[in-house]
């Protein structure tokens, strides 16, 4: 039945920690694929078929077979991938001796583990040495838990607006321009990118996966945090 195939599906995609939306675009399937399959089985049509296509597309990207994800016979799932060692710099105190103060901006959970920022200063705090006289520096509280332990949540990101992207650096990458209200935005580890791609790592749950530069265009590099209190 259609649910119990949506079952496995959805046990692989916990495991692994991927969104419906990134599971499909890895298969290079429709984004829809696997959320028709929920809305056939929430509006009751348990019996609804799924596509050999389909089912042969995402098994390599969930770490599984075909016949494990139709029928649950066959080879165990694999695990999730290894975590690597996670890095960030830790600004040390007796280099927060800027002269100036710089925003601090606060975000809010989005869908698909992404996070809303809102453009609405809630504090003002010293600035590190590395962004003493840098136009545009900000701070961003940390709402979530997928960047652990390189960034807890409650911690403060620092952040240069103006650097180039650079590998095996912090990022933020946004969705729209960071110019209004709010914006949608995620907080990742960049190993490569591109003309057309991202290469991101997150590591809680561990997992390294792309993103279309074309949805978002904008990277602020993370220079440095401040520890929640």
């Known amino acids: 039945m259609l649910k119990d195939v949506l079952d496995r599906i959805e046990s692989r995609l916990d495991a692994l920690g991927l969104s ?3 599971a499909s675009r890895r298969a290079n399937l429709s984004l829809d694929a696997i959320r028709n399959m929920r809305r056939k089985v929430q509006a009751g049509d348990i019996h609804a078929g799924v596509s050999s296509r389909t089912i042969d597309a995402l ?5 599984t077979t075909a016949s ?4 649950g016979d066959g080879p165990a799932p694999e695990g999730a991938p290894a975590p690597a060692k996670p890095t960030t710099s830790l600004i040390p105190g007796h280099e927060l001796l800027g002269t100036g103060t710089m925003p601090v901006y606060a975000a809010a959970m989005g869908g698909e583990g992404h996070i809303i920022v809102t453009f609405d200063e809630i504090d003002r705090v010293k600035r590190p040495a590395e962004l003493e006289n840098v136009k545009g520096g900000y701070g961003l509280l940390i709402k979530g838990d997928s960047m652990v332990p390189a960034f807890d949540e409650g911690d403060m990101a620092l952040v240069n607006p103006h650097l180039p992207p650079a590998r095996d650096k912090n990022v933020i990458l946004y969705h729209t321009p960071p110019d209004g209200a709010e914006a949608e935005a995620m907080v990742k580890r960049l190993l490569n990118w591109t003309d057309k791609e991202w290469t991101l790592r997150q ?3 561990p997992m390294d996966f792309k993103e279309f530069r074309q949805e978002w265009p904008v990277c602020h590099r993370v220079v440095g945090r401040y520890d929640g209190r």
């Open 68 to 71: 494990w994800l139709l029928t």
């Open 203 to 205: 590591y809680n749950p």
């Open 59 to 63: 098994a390599p990207v969930l770490g």
């Open 20 to 22: 419906a939306t990134a």
